[in-house]
């Protein structure tokens, strides 16, 4: 199956500071999402990117689906953006069917 | 709009007990939830897709007899842990796409289920 890994597995940042957090997918797909797992479990779609660049407050995807990769870019980061944060990805023809990356586990400090 | 909700939130059983989740798209239609796993520090496995009216499609190494999955509504899917064991024990995640819209899903809050 298609393999989902991400980087770094695990960031500590200052209030303030600015990242970069990368997923790398192994096949083409024609659906990728970002979601945002808050402490209690919780996930938050972030954005629905199978190509291409948006953004969204603080927050900015990029999707290379040639190249096999997405990045999301949190900047001025606050203390709320701790949690996981996934990337998932769907094959063409099961593009409803996600399989999740290995996440990346963020805690912003005072 | 797009909100999905789960109960319970979390359940303690008796090892060799039956638990049902239930999961809800309060606000939409959905003609597929999705049934996902995820035990501690790990991402989610997905376990089973749901579809309206039609019998669920389990995933490589899931029992289709021990986690019996109904779908019996366009706002209702329910997931039940027949003769549950420590090792069932995990936070399960559903999530719900909207009729007609595009590839993005809805997620539940979670049902943490602690079997002793």
């Known amino acids: 199956g298609i393999q989902v890994e991400q980087s770094p597995p695990d960031l500590i940042l200052q209030e303030g500071a600015n990242s970069t957090l990368r997923c790398n997918f192994s096949d083409s797909v024609n659906n990728l999402q970002w979601f945002h797992q808050n402490p209690w479990g919780q996930l938050i779609n972030l954005f629905y990117?199978?190509?291409g660049t948006k953004q969204n407050g603080r927050l900015s995807a990029t999707t290379v689906a040639t190249e096999r990769y997405s990045l999301l870019y949190i900047s001025s980061s606050q203390t709320t953006d701790s949690g996981v944060y996934f990337c998932?990805?769907?094959?063409?023809?099961?593009?409803?069917?996600?399989?999740f990356g290995t996440g990346t586990r963020l805690q912003v400090t005072l | 709009g797009a909100v999905v909700s789960q109960h319970p939130s979390w359940v303690i059983c008796k090892s060799g007990t039956s638990v049902k989740i239930e999961c809800r798209s309060l606000?939409?239609?959905?003609?597929?939830m999705f049934w996902y796993r995820q035990f501690p520090k790990q991402s989610l496995m997905l376990m089973a897709t749901?579809?309206?009216?039609?019998?669920?499609?389990?995933e490589q190494g899931v029992e289709k007899d021990k986690f019996l999955i109904n779908h019996a509504s366009l706002t209702l899917s329910t997931l039940t842990v027949t003769s549950a064991h420590p090792e069932d024990s995990s936070f399960y995640i559903c999530?719900?796409?909207?009729?007609?819209?595009?590839?993005?899903?809805?997620f539940g809050p979670g049902t943490r289920l602690l079997v002793l």
């Open positions: 749901s579809n309206e009216g039609s019998k669920a499609t389990y």
């Open positions: 990117i199978p190509s």
């Open positions: 999530s719900a796409m909207r009729a007609g819209g595009q590839e993005t899903q809805y």
């Open positions: 998932a990805v769907g094959l063409a023809g099961t593009a409803s069917k996600l399989t």
């Open positions: 606000d939409f239609q959905a003609t597929t």
